[in-house]
């Protein structure tokens, strides 16, 4: 039996050129790394996280508890939405979902994302939905709490994708501070990072990936899957390497 990787994501993790998927579409990056090692994956993610949801799943999902137990590795793949503009404050854009009567939601919804576009351009993508140094912040607690379970758990992260999206005018001028951040943040906590940009940036910005231009085709999975099987390999298969 091969390496149980748990994986924390966002969107990425789980959309393929069509849409969402299941976790356990084969296709997808954390199943593909994990057939590379000889193991499974097993995915915690929602559309829209950033580092501060895989740190509130972290400390308040029993199912990731129960996990964290038998799990080899874990992967902290959250950071790309972090980055993403923000005309409204995430505790407003977030709780747009909560207004009622539903009409009136479906309204304002429709609203904002008509403006959203627009208005990352005019603010030349600020602020974004998380600021760096919270994107840190939560990465840095998540490892502190895993390593304290767990001090033998390899854990690995990323550095955030691009992307060429519409919805937000194609305007990404936070990903340069966030990249930067985490990787010295990265290099201080000795976590290893895959750069998602490095891996499928041309598939990205070419137009292969999905019509929204943010999220993956199966090419892009497949890249960034064996390339963090590749990054994983030294700590769990270190025989392989080489």
Known sequence: MGPHVLVFGDSLSFHGPGGPCPAD???LWPNVTAGALGGRADLVAGIGWTARDAWWSLTGDPRVWADLHHVDAVVLAVGSMDTLPSPLPTYLRTGLRYLRPDGFRRSVRAAYLAAQPRLSVAFRGRPAVLPAKLTVHHLDLAVEALRVLRPE????????S????GSYGGVHSARPGAAAATAAWAA???VPLLDL???VGDHVLSGAGNPDGMHWGWAGHEA???AMAELMTPALHPGDVG
């Open 224 to 226: 960034v899957g064996h």
């Open 197 to 199: 940009a490095a891996v």
């Open 153 to 160: 758990l390899p854990i690995f992260g990323v550095l955030p």
């Open 162 to 165: 691009v992307h060429r999206a």
């Open 25 to 27: 579409e084969p296709r």
């Open 188 to 190: 201080r906590a000795a």
